[in-house]
């Protein structure tokens, strides 16, 4: 197991004086196997930051247990550290006036890796992450899509079984997107485990084995992307290459078109029925039948309150 998660929670003083109590983590569980891709979605202030600070041993729970490969977070702190990466998202945390090579190698020296290593470990990640060209240049220089990348090289080159990511994909173009999902899987075949933070549903449902859904610091939900649609008992998707409409059918709660697909929202299975026999009736021959997807499940559960990002 990579973590363990028990009754988990944390409380923040806030307030001039101090009295006010927040509760970020509320006896939070949460089991996470080895070399997984995990999710972990919820809206504002769910807990999730809180979350990885505490994994990533920077923040002491106020109660419960964190383990990271069985080793206690708050006792055995100094012995996690090398095993995990840490990537907050954002523009924090880089130096403006260091160069992206620069960058890593005062990383790697933070990290104790023999020089050599160091070296080979740095010209790697720079390669991987496309940042070779600008490996001289100073960081201020940088889009915010290429401190992104640095920020995720950063968090690599300590070789770690864990990754830690918390909404790395904010402020990238699709390109930048698509190339980090990509790297997801290979850091995934390469035997790492992975907690990414996301509040894009599209991208944990692409990337993620499992997601776990938190909201007010407890978790509402743990599945597959899949999994969670399915047992979510909501209504069904009708999806076909038709410019017919649908939207006077019984049952039918809304439609929308994409990328010349029709998609169409079913109460339930008994009305997608209607829909699917609707469209074959007329010709239509592109059927079928798709579960919610994990979009719908979050709205569902959490309310749209999380997509206000
Ligand atoms: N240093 C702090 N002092 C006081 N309250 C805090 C502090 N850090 C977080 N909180 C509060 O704890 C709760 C959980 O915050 P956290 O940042 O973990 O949520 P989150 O799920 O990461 O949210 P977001 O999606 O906005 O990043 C929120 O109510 C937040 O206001």
Request: net charge neutral; hydrophobic share 40%; aromatic share 4%.
């Amino acid at each position: 197991m990579s973590v363990r998660v028990r009754d988990l929670s944390r409380t923040y003083r806030k307030g001039r004086r101090k009295n006010e109590e927040v509760t970020a983590l509320d006896g939070l569980s949460l089991d996470i196997p080895s070399n997984e891709v995990h999710g972990l979605l919820g809206p504002n202030g769910a807990g999730k930051t809180t979350l990885c600070k505490i994994l990533s041993t920077v923040l002491l729970p106020t109660g419960g247990s964190a383990e990271v490969f069985g080793l206690d977070v708050v006792a055995r702190a100094h012995d996690v550290r090398p095993l995990i990466g840490i990537v907050f998202g954002g523009e924090r945390g880089l130096y403006w006036r260091l160069t992206a090579r620069q960058t890593l190698r005062y990383w790697a020296a933070l990290y104790k890796i023999p020089d050599a290593r160091a070296k080979t470990r740095t010209e790697e990640l720079l390669h991987r992450l496309g940042l070779t060209a600008k490996a001289d240049d100073l960081v201020e220089t940088y889009s915010r899509g290429m401190k992104q990348r640095l920020h995720l090289a950063r968090g690599l080159i300590g070789d770690p079984k864990l990754i830690l990511l918390d909404e790395p994909t904010t402020g990238m173009d699709p390109v930048a997107a698509h190339d980090f999902r990509a790297l997801i899987g290979e850091l995934r075949a390469e035997g790492r485990t992975i907690l990414i933070t996301t509040h894009d549903m599209d991208e944990a449902e692409e990337v993620c084995d499992r997601v776990t859904l938190i909201d007010h610091g407890r978790v509402l939900a743990t599945e597959s992307p899949r999994g969670l649609a399915e047992m979510s008992g909501l209504h069904r998707w009708v999806e076909a290459e038709t410019t017919l409409e649908v939207t006077g059918l019984p049952g039918v709660l809304g439609t929308e078109r994409r990328d010349g697909l029709l998609r169409v929202r079913a109460e339930d299975d008994a009305a997608a029925r209607v829909v699917l026999d609707f469209l074959l009736d007329n010709g239509v021959r592109s059927v079928r039948a798709v579960p919610p997807r994990l979009e719908d499940v979050y709205l569902d559960l959490v309310g749209r309150r999380g997509m206000e990002v």
